[in-house]
């Protein structure tokens, strides 16, 4: 992009797409604001992170992590998260079962990266940290964005108000943006948001476990529990300070669900345990169990997407506003923080900013939209649901291992490869799919051949 004195930006959204957006915007030169209607988070360094319940943990795979470094805060966010190194199964009899992972750089190793593992709010912590070395950034907490003036100078309706204008408006404001439906209002605008029915619904519970109440128990691994009878399952991730965040899955209106709407003493959430999963109670203490009772269930993100441009004029939205997928496997931050690295490419590659928004909405809707639907695929519903998540993965791994050149790996391991695009993955994989069915309808035209010449 041409070189101008003051550029300006509004970023809406501080969680850490936005944070880092404001970052990437900094390094160029430019004069940030970021608005942010929540408050503002505890100092990553804040004792109060180590009590494992601030908020959902996110695993930072090598998508994330190459844009954190890209824009120079991996080392700062690197201070504050813990690694995972593998799985470690929890039986029902409390037998712990570990599956390490190759170290990367070594023969057979799985990944190039160790996932390192914080708290949402804690990498937004950090982020807003690493804002502070910016001194043309401005941060504002508690002042919510409700709309856009598009224009080649766009507004911003706030409150409490402001009257500025921009040469650039990003909006990272999540699943329910309000500059994403500027865009979709707009007169004679093709964007729109595509909500997916939610046909294979979770809700969960967190709770934090103690690893240290037993000792010789690994901390830098992913826990994975299962109970396929009571239908509950859970997986927790460590904290820099040791401690794991559990989060129980289970469905809504299920038998589970009820028995869990019911607790409201720690004596309730123990008896509970020590029913459906046992081999926990070791790790949690009367407090917490206490606590767990009491606490709400709460609901994961269903999967939606934008059709059509994703921006109009030089405001451009990015990470949840225009993809929203569930975390299951740990692409919804981390294509978010990728998304950044894309607009960076294209302020470099455009002329100005109405330019680099476009080039971003050609680059990048395409690719969000492949995620979703890559997505929406491993969520099947049932056992037909998890046989159509498994079987292919199967097929896939064989074929892979047997015909490196023609298959490609299976998709769940290729989207966390940082080098692979979504779209690319899902044409390829589609590609692949119906040249098997061509290769099996051969074989059995064969066969039938084959059986005719026989018994003529």
């Given at each position: 992009?041409?070189?101008?004195?003051?550029?300006?930006?509004?970023?809406?959204g501080?969680?850490?797409?936005?944070?880092?957006?404001?970052?990437?915007?900094?390094?160029?030169?430019?004069?940030?604001?970021?608005?942010?209607?929540g408050?503002?988070?505890p100092?990553?360094?804040?004792?109060?992170?180590?009590?494992?319940?601030?908020?959902y943990?996110?695993?930072?795979?090598?998508?994330?992590?190459?844009?954190?470094?890209?824009?120079?805060?991996?080392?700062?966010?690197?201070?504050?998260?813990?690694?995972?190194?593998?799985?470690?199964?929890?039986?029902?009899?409390?037998?712990?079962?570990?599956?390490?992972?190759?170290?990367?750089?070594?023969?057979?190793?799985?990944?190039?990266?160790?996932?390192?593992?914080m708290?949402?709010d804690?990498?937004?912590?950090?982020?807003?940290?690493?804002?502070?070395?910016?001194?043309?950034?401005?941060?504002?907490?508690?002042?919510a964005?409700?709309?856009?003036?598009?224009?080649?100078?766009?507004?911003?309706?706030?409150?409490p108000?402001?009257?500025?204008t921009?040469?650039?408006?990003?909006?990272?404001?999540g699943?329910?943006s309000?500059?994403?439906?500027?865009?979709?209002?707009a007169?004679?605008?093709?964007?729109?948001?595509?909500?997916?029915?939610?046909?294979?619904e979770?809700?969960?519970?967190?709770?934090?476990?103690?690893?240290?109440?037993?000792?010789?128990t690994?901390?830098?691994?992913?826990?994975?529990?299962?109970?396929?009878?009571?239908?509950?399952?859970?997986?927790a991730l460590?904290?820099?300070?040791?401690?794991m965040?559990?989060?129980?899955?289970?469905k809504p209106?299920s038998?589970?669900?009820?028995?869990l709407?019911?607790?409201?003493?720690?004596?309730?959430?123990?008896?509970?345990?020590?029913?459906?999963a046992?081999?926990?109670?070791?790790?949690a203490?009367?407090?917490?169990?206490?606590?767990?009772?009491?606490?709400?269930?709460?609901?994961?993100?269903?999967?939606?997407?934008?059709?059509?441009p994703?921006?109009?004029?030089?405001?451009?939205?990015?990470?949840?506003?225009?993809?929203?997928?569930?975390?299951?496997?740990?692409?919804g931050?981390?294509s978010?923080l990728?998304?950044?690295?894309i607009?960076?490419?294209?302020?470099d590659?455009?002329?100005?900013?109405?330019?680099a928004?476009?080039?971003?909405?050609?680059r990048?809707?395409?690719?969000?939209?492949?995620?979703?639907?890559?997505?929406?695929?491993?969520?099947?519903?049932?056992?037909?649901?998890t046989?159509?998540?498994?079987?292919?993965?199967l097929?896939?791994?064989?074929?892979?291992k047997?015909?490196?050149?023609?298959?490609?790996?299976?998709?769940?391991?290729?989207i966390?490869?940082?080098?692979?695009?979504?779209?690319?993955?899902?044409?390829a994989?589609?590609?692949?799919?119906?040249?098997?069915?061509?290769?099996?309808?051969?074989?059995?035209?064969?066969?039938?051949?084959?059986?005719?010449?026989?018994?003529?």
């Open positions: 992009m041409a070189a101008r004195e003051h550029r300006t930006a509004a970023v809406v501080g969680g850490p797409a936005g944070l880092l957006s404001a970052i990437a915007l900094a390094r160029r030169g430019w004069a940030v604001d970021v608005f942010e209607r408050a503002a988070p100092a990553s360094s804040d004792a109060r992170w180590g009590a494992g319940e601030r908020s943990q996110l695993g930072l795979n090598g998508r994330g992590q190459k844009a954190l470094r890209r824009f120079g805060v991996m080392d700062r966010v690197d201070a504050r998260a813990a690694s995972v190194r593998g799985r470690l199964s929890i039986g029902a009899d409390g037998n712990l079962t570990e599956t390490r992972l190759t170290p990367p750089g070594e023969p057979g190793a799985e990944k190039s990266y160790v996932t390192r593992v708290q949402r804690r990498l937004q912590a950090c982020l807003l940290e690493a804002v502070g070395d910016y001194e043309r950034v401005a941060v504002h907490f508690g002042v964005c409700d709309g856009v003036g598009l224009g080649d100078r766009p507004t911003l309706a706030l409150d108000p402001r009257e500025r921009w040469d650039l408006v990003v909006g990272a404001d699943v329910n309000h500059v994403r439906a500027a865009l979709e209002g007169p004679g605008s093709t964007t729109r948001c595509v909500r997916f029915e939610n046909r294979n979770r809700r969960y519970r967190t709770i934090p476990l103690h690893p240290s109440r037993v000792p010789g690994p901390t830098d691994l992913n826990w994975g529990f299962r109970n396929a009878s009571a239908g509950l399952g859970m997986d460590p904290t820099l300070e040791g401690e965040v559990a989060v129980l899955l289970f209106d038998p589970v669900s009820r028995r709407a019911a607790l409201e003493t720690a004596d309730d959430a123990r008896a509970f345990f020590d029913d459906v046992p081999a926990l109670l070791p790790f203490d009367d407090a917490e169990l206490g606590r767990f009772a009491a606490r709400d269930e709460s609901r994961l993100p269903s999967f939606q997407l934008v059709e059509g994703v921006h109009a004029g030089p405001v451009v939205v990015l990470g949840d506003a225009i993809k929203a997928v569930k975390p299951y496997f740990g692409q931050a981390n978010a990728e998304d950044v690295a607009l960076d490419d294209c302020l590659d455009a002329p100005d900013a109405a330019g928004a476009a080039l971003f909405s050609e990048r809707a395409e690719d969000a939209r492949a995620l979703v639907r890559i997505s929406r695929g491993f969520d099947g519903r049932g056992p037909l649901g046989a159509r998540f498994l079987a292919p993965l097929l896939d791994a064989k074929l892979s047997a015909f490196p050149r023609l298959f490609s790996p299976p998709l769940l391991r290729a966390q490869n940082e080098d692979n695009s979504f779209h690319a993955l899902r044409v994989k589609r590609r692949e799919r119906c040249a098997q069915a061509a290769a099996l309808a051969c074989a059995l035209a064969v066969g039938r051949a084959l059986c005719r010449a026989a018994f003529a």
